[in-house]
T-cell receptor, first 116, second 110 residues
Framework: AQTVTQSQPEMSVQEAETVTLSCTYD???????LFWYKQPPSRQMILVIR??????QNATENRFSVNFQKAAKSFSLKISDSQLGDAAMYFC?????????????FGKGTKLSVKP | NAGVTQTPKFRILKIGQSMTLQCTQD?????MYWYRQDPGMGLKLIYY???????DKGEVPNGYNVSRSTTEDFPLRLELAAPSQTSVYFC?????????FGSGTRLTVV
């Protein structure tokens, strides 16, 4: 079975600085997808970024980028120029590719605080 | 386009009571999922459906039941509520690539 591990329960960053959230996963599959979701206090699950395992290029979305190391099974999220609105829980998630039912497997999350 | 709508947003149940959490999507997505999120934890899959009339168990199905009579609706039934079912429940749907989550239902069993 696949597992997702987020080893940092809490992180803190100064406004305008850069922070990296860690995620490792365990799988024997070669076809899969990885995601970072943001959950603010409103509880809404917001997709931050998505990475296909077959793509070597790291995904980027504005201030958010990932460092995808397939051999090491590592998928870290870098937030540049941190803003107060980035404060939230961040979840790393895995989804099998191919003909799977497509459910997401989540890590336990990292709570990010942004200091003004 | 409302996306995924969950009702109610909050509910307090007494031990042994039953209730149904409603989930409706208007995007014609085939795949739908129910997750629960316990404090300090990520989301865990309760049940999922790949289309109308087809459902299957996820990681934590005990104490729950689902049905999928239409593409739009995927209700989650709690029978004989227990304190261990106190959680936040999320419904989600998926077409091909992207997931859409509802805003969640906070359920407390006392």
């Amino acid at each position: 079975a696949q597992t997702v591990t987020q080893s940092q329960p809490e992180m803190s960053v100064q406004e305008a600085e850069t922070v990296t959230l860690s995620c490792t996963y365990d799988t024997s599959e070669s076809d899969y997808y990885l995601f970072w979701y943001k959950q603010p206090p409103s509880r809404q699950m917001i997709l931050v970024i998505r990475q296909e395992a077959y793509k070597q290029q790291n995904a980027t979305e504005n201030r958010f980028s990932v460092n995808f190391q397939k051999a090491a099974k590592s998928f870290s999220l870098k937030i540049s120029d941190s803003q107060l609105g980035d404060a939230a829980m961040y979840f790393c998630a895995y989804r099998s590719g191919g003909g799977s039912q497509g459910n997401l497997i989540f890590g336990k999350g990292t709570k990010l605080s942004v200091k003004p | 386009n409302a996306g995924v709508t969950q009702t109610p947003k909050f509910r307090i149940l007494k031990i042994g009571q039953s209730m149904t959490l409603q989930c409706t999507q208007d995007m014609n997505h085939n795949y739908m999922y129910w997750y629960r999120q316990d404090p300090g934890m990520g989301l865990k899959l309760i049940y999922y459906s790949v289309g109308a009339g087809i459902t299957d168990k996820g990681e934590v199905p005990n104490g729950y039941n689902v049905s999928r009579s239409t593409t739009e609706d995927f209700p989650l039934r709690l029978e004989l509520a227990a304190p261990s079912q106190t959680s936040v429940y999320f419904c989600a749907s998926r077409l091909i690539r992207g997931y859409t989550f509802g805003s969640g239902t906070r359920l407390t069993v006392v």
